[in-house]
């Protein structure tokens, strides 16, 4: 399972319990000459440690809290076409969902095709901060 965290609510409908294609926008890391999507392994860990990673970790130098969390099988995004590769930047779970499309039209598209797939997933698990 993968986690993606997210820290701006225009990111996810809570309402649907869906994350937005702006919840999967793959951004251009300039040392690494490529789009990526930052995620974690979460596969052996329960709720609370996952929230955990999220909030003491991906969040801990971020001025917005920790806003919603969504964990979906890592089957997801490669059977649409994308890679994940284990990078360990900065936590020995990160990883990024690389081989985007190289036109910003094509990326968009797949974007959208993965939040739908994510959405779409019946082992989707979808956290809300009520703080």
Known sequence: ????????????????????????KALYVESNLRHEVSVFDTSTL?????????KDHVGKDRSDPLKYAFTFPEE?????GLTI????AGHDRHCNIIQ???????KLEKEK????????SA???F???KE
């Open 76 to 80: 997801i995004p490669t059977a649409i």
């Open 127 to 129: 956290w809300q901060n």
């Open 46 to 54: 329960t709720q609370e440690e996952i929230i955990s990673i999220g």
């Open 85 to 88: 590769e284990n990078d360990n």
């Open 1 to 24: 399972m993968l986690t993606r965290y997210l820290f701006q609510s225009g990111h996810a409908s809570p309402a649907k319990g869906e994350i937005k294609r702006q919840g999967v």
């Open 100 to 106: 985007w499309p190289k036109t910003e039209e094509d």
């Open 113 to 120: 095709e993965l939040a739908l797939a994510i959405n779409s």
């Open 123 to 125: 082992q989707k698990i």
